[in-house]
Nanobody, 121 residues
């Protein structure tokens, strides 16, 4: 079992930046694929980005968001630039074994509690 704790959410005006962090414990971090998802009320949790041998982004964030990881700190990051009001959501980090698909929430075994990101126009 992997424990995940997100931090770094908040409020920002459109065009601004925020950085999210997710600290992992309970398993060798380097053996994990790490993803970021987001969810708004009444909608499905949607894929944002993945890192684990490769990096992969949803089209809606490509060129604006950057996912990275520090295996020594067991932490994954999401740098979000040029934020838009439609990026407003609760952001979740998630962990899975390396290999296989990356963009569906069903592939992930462990989830953090989420952190709110609000972008005002």
């Amino acid at each position: 079992q992997v424990q995940l704790v997100e931090s770094g959410g908040g409020w920002v005006q459109a065009g601004g930046s925020l950085s999210l962090s997710c600290a992992a414990s309970g398993r060798t971090f380097s053996s994990l694929g790490m993803g970021w998802f987001r969810q708004t009320p009444g909608k499905e949790r949607e894929f944002v980005a993945f890192i684990g041998g490769i990096t992969y982004y949803a089209d809606s964030v490509k060129g604006r968001f950057t996912i990275s990881r520090d295996n020594a700190k067991s932490t994954v990051y999401l740098q979000m630039n040029s934020l838009k009001p439609e990026d407003t959501a609760v952001y979740y980090c998630a962990a899975k074994a390396l290999g296989g698909g990356v963009a569906r929430k069903q592939y992930y075994d462990n989830w953090g509690q989420g952190t709110q990101v609000t972008v005002s126009s």
